[in-house]
Antibody, heavy 119, light 107 residues
Framework: QVQLVQSGAEVKEPGASVKVSCKAS????????MHWVRQAPGQRPEWMGW????????KYLENFQGRVTITRDTSASTAYMELSSLRYEDTAVYYC????????????WGQGTLVTVSS | DIQLTQSPSFLSASVGDRVTVTCRAS??????LAWYQQKPGKAPKLLIY???TLQNGVPSRFSGSGSGTEFTLTISSLQPEDFATYYC?????????FGGGTKVGIK
């Protein structure tokens, strides 16, 4: 069955960077686009961007432009999301989510990674 | 950006009740809408896509309808495991956006 397993919780100081991983199994990794969505405490989910795992193309939410980088390692079936210049308001649970075949909705999600920005 | 407004933000209901949640889009999005269920500490779970198509494995008591700017999610007979927060998501254009959520609590 499809599984997306993310790396563990992180605590970072303001201005630092964080890199979250998402290891996929149970399907052909390169056939699907992977998205990243974050959810601050008590807030709605916020879409961050995607990577076409097959060709490496990416697209990001404009608000994150320059701060977020999504990459993948096809040999490890793993996608990564790196967020730099962290701010207190970046405290959130970060999810990877698999897109259904060009449809822009998500049928499988990682378990989430809590990133806490604190001094 | 397309804004999604859900109502109500909270509702309390009893097991067996019929529950309806509304999602309104700031502009027409055809039928490009999905619904998710989220329980505390868990990732969202896909329930419905293309406004009314039930995801595999989702109980038939869940249904969706609507097009354009107004959509509804209906639970025909609320079960104990349905107490959760429900989100709509528009698929029409980037940036993808989510509604503010509707928490279904126990009356």
């Amino acid at each position: 069955q499809v599984q997306l397993v993310q790396s563990g919780a992180e605590v970072k100081e303001p201005g630092a960077s964080v890199k979250v991983s998402c290891k996929a199994s149970g399907y052909t990794f390169t056939n699907y686009t992977m998205h990243w969505v974050r959810q601050a405490p008590g807030q709605r989910p916020e879409w961050m961007g995607w990577i076409n795992v097959g060709n490496g193309n990416t697209k990001y939410l404009e608000n994150f432009q320059g701060r977020v980088t999504i990459t993948r390692d096809t040999s490890a079936s793993t996608a990564y999301m790196e967020l730099s210049s962290l701010r207190y308001e970046d405290t959130a649970v970060y999810y990877c989510a698999r897109e259904v075949a060009g449809k822009r909705y998500f049928d499988s999600w990682g378990q989430g990674t809590l990133v806490t920005v604190s001094s | 950006d397309i804004q999604l407004t859900q109502s109500p933000s909270f509702l309390s209901a009893s097991v067996g009740d019929r529950v309806t949640v509304t999602c309104r889009a700031s502009q027409g999005i055809s039928r490009d809408l999905a619904w998710y269920q989220q329980k505390p500490g868990k990732a969202p779970k896909l329930l419905i896509y293309a406004a009314s198509t039930l995801q595999n494995g989702v109980p038939s008591r869940f249904s969706g309808s609507g097009s354009g700017t107004e959509f509804t999610l209906t639970i025909s007979s609320l079960q104990p495991e349905d107490f959760a927060t429900y989100y709509c998501q528009q698929l029409n254009s980037y940036p993808l956006t989510f509604g503010g959520g509707t928490k279904v609590g126990i009356k």
